[in-house]
C-alpha cells in the first residue's frame, strides 16, 4: 500500500476538504470525461446528495462545483478571478470551458440539493450529468468526495480501497504492525522507509522542492491568521480571535507574567490562525482534511519556535513520519468527518501530528507508534456537528485543542519504551467501528448535537 505524502497533504482552498475541494476535483473530472467522449453537449446539471446537501451552502460546495465545471482546480484557484466567473455564470446562465462548446447551465435549476436521496456508497455522493441539445442525459457520473480532498467515482470506489497501482515501493505496509516489523528488520526509521517509498516513485528533487513547498504553505497560513481580524463569512458572525490572542501573548513576552501553561495558548493560537484562514476561504493544506488543517501546522511551529535545538532540517521527517500515520488511518479506517466523524478528522490529525513531533524529537519507531496510538484513542467518539453547516463552531477550537493534545502525546510517548496495551492497529479498527455505529446525526450534517442546541440564526 502507498499513499504519497502529496496525496496526503495537499494545497487546496477552504472551508471544506471534503466537501469544497472534493467536488472541484469531481467536477474536473467529469469535464475531461465529456472532452473525451463522442457525444455533443449542450448543457449541464449536477445533484447533491447526503452530507453535500445538508451542509453543502455552508462549506461553499455549491460554489465548489459551479467553479469546478467552469475549469478552477484548488491548486491554481484564484478568488478574484473565481468571483468573476461566479458573476458571468449566474448572469448569462452559461458555462465556458476550454475543449468543449459553451454549455448551459443555470444555477438555481441546474444545481439540486437533493436532500432525501441518499447515494449508496458513502456520505459525500454527487451526480454530474451532462446533456444534449433537446435536454436529454446522454453522459452521468456518480462521484464520492471521501474526505481530504480525495475523489472517488462510483465504480472506483466498489472496486476497493486499494487501488494503487504503481511500481512496487520498499517498505509496503498496511499497518502499524508491518510498519514496526519492516523498520526493525531495516533498522530504519519511520520517516526513511517513507522516504524511500516516495523517492522511489516522485524521485528526491519532487520530495524535497514538494516537502517545501507544503510547509511553507502551512506556514504562510499560520502568519496570515495571526495578523488578519474581523468577522468571518457565513452569518455565525463569529469573531476572528487568532491576532488578538496572538497579539497579546506577544506584548507578555518578557515581562514574567506567563504560567507554564500559557505554552498551551501559543500551540491553540497558530492551530486557530489556520482554520480561521480556511473558514474565510483560504488557502490551507488538507493535514488530512480541511476541517482538521490547523493540527498539524501548529504542532510543527511549536516544535521550530519553542522546542530547545529544533531545526527546519527536521521538517520533512516530521511530515513523512506523520503522512505514513495518516495513510494506516485511510487504509484501515477513514478520514472523513462525514463517514466517521471528527475522530476521523481532528483525531487522525492529532495522531500524525503527534507521531511526527515524537520523531523529530528522537522517538524510536515504537514510542512514535505509541504517540499516535495516544492521541488517536483519546479522541475516539467525536462527532461532527457543525453548527449552522459552517467549518468555524466548534472546529477551529477543536483543532488547538487537538494540537495541545498531540503534543502531550508525543511527550508522554517519550517518557516510555514504546511498549503499550492498546496497538495503533486496535485503536484505528476501533474508531473505525465507532464511525460505523455512530448516528448519522452527528456526522456532518448538522442534524443533531451543538448544531441543533446552539442559535444560529
Not at 448572469?91 to 449508496?120: A, C, H, M, Q
Not at 468571518?232 to 501573548?249: E, F, S, T, Y
Not at 490547523?294 to 521527517?317: F, I, K, N, W
Not at 448538522?446 to 442559535?455: D, E, F, T
Request: some cysteine; proline content about 4%; hydrophobic content about 40%.
Amino acid at each position: 500500500m502507498f499513499l504519497s505524502v502529496f496525496d496526503m497533504f495537499k494545497v487546496g482552498i477552504g472551508p471544506s476538504s471534503s466537501h469544497t475541494m472534493g467536488p472541484m476535483v469531481a467536477a474536473a473530472r467529469f469535464l475531461d470525461l465529456m472532452r473525451a467522449s463522442p457525444f455533443q453537449f449542450s448543457g449541464l446539471r449536477a445533484s447533491l446528495h447526503g452530507s453535500l446537501a445538508f451542509t453543502g451552502v455552508g462549506h461553499a460546495t455549491d460554489r465548489a462545483t459551479i467553479l469546478g465545471l467552469a475549469g478552477f482546480t484548488p491548486e491554481t484557484y484564484d478568488a478574484e478571478r473565481a468571483e468573476d466567473t461566479l458573476k458571468e455564470i449566474h448572469d448569462n446562465r452559461t458555462l465556458s470551458v476550454d475543449g468543449l462548446p459553451t454549455l448551459s447551465f443555470d444555477p438555481k435549476t441546474d444545481l439540486i440539493f437533493d436532500y432525501d436521496t441518499r447515494l449508496e456508497g458513502h456520505a459525500n455522493g454527487m451526480m454530474l450529468m451532462a446533456t444534449d441539445a433537446q435536454g436529454d442525459v446522454t453522459l452521468r457520473e456518480t462521484y464520492y468526495s471521501i474526505g481530504g480532498g480525495f475523489v472517488m467515482t462510483e465504480a472506483e470506489l466498489a472496486a476497493g480501497k486499494d487501488t494503487d497501482e504503481g511500481a512496487p515501493v520498499p517498505f509496503p505496509f498496511k499497518s502499524a504492525a508491518e510498519m514496526l516489523a519492516m523498520a526493525k528488520t531495516s533498522g530504519k526509521t519511520i520517516a526513511a522507509m517513507k522516504r524511500d517509498n516516495e523517492v522511489s516513485r516522485n524521485g528526491e528533487v519532487r520530495l524535497k522542492t514538494g516537502t517545501r513547498r507544503l510547509w511553507e504553505v502551512m506556514n504562510d497560513c499560520i502568519d496570515r491568521g495571526l495578523t488578519t481580524d474581523g468577522i468571518l463569512p457565513g452569518g455565525l458572525n463569529v469573531k476572528r480571535r487568532a491576532k488578538g490572542i496572538h497579539d497579546a501573548l506577544q506584548a507578555e513576552r518578557g515581562m514574567n507574567l506567563n504560567a507554564p501553561h500559557t505554552i498551551n495558548d501559543w500551540m491553540s493560537v497558530y492551530a486557530m490562525a489556520v482554520n480561521e484562514e480556511n473558514a474565510a476561504g483560504g488557502q490551507v493544506v488538507t493535514a488530512p482534511t480541511n476541517g482538521a488543517a490547523g493540527v498539524l501546522p501548529a504542532t510543527l511551529r511549536y516544535y521550530l519556535d519553542h522546542v530547545p535545538g529544533a531545526s527546519e532540517a527536521h521538517v520533512e521527517d516530521f511530515l513523512l513520519t506523520a503522512a505514513a500515520i495518516g495513510g494506516l488511518v485511510k487504509f484501515n479506517a477513514s478520514i472523513s468527518g462525514a463517514e466517521a466523524g471528527c475522530q476521523a478528522e481532528v483525531g487522525s490529525a492529532a495522531a500524525m501530528s503527534a507521531a511526527g513531533l515524537c520523531a523529530v524529537m528522537g522517538g524510536t519507531p515504537e514510542q512514535v507508534e505509541n504517540a499516535a496510538e495516544i492521541a488517536l484513542e483519546h479522541h475516539l467518539g467525536m462527532t461532527c456537528d457543525p453548527v449552522k453547516g459552517l467549518v468555524q463552531v466548534p472546529c477551529i477550537e477543536r483543532n488547538g485543542l487537538g494540537a495541545i493534545k498531540a503534543v502531550s502525546a508525543a511527550s508522554l510517548s517519550l517518557r516510555g519504551d514504546g511498549t503499550h496495551l492498546v496497538p495503533l492497529d486496535a485503536c484505528i479498527e476501533t474508531m473505525r467501528q465507532t464511525g460505523a455505529d455512530m448516528s448519522e446525526k452527528y456526522k456532518e450534517t448538522s442534524l443533531g448535537g451543538l448544531a441543533v442546541n446552539v442559535p444560529n440564526c
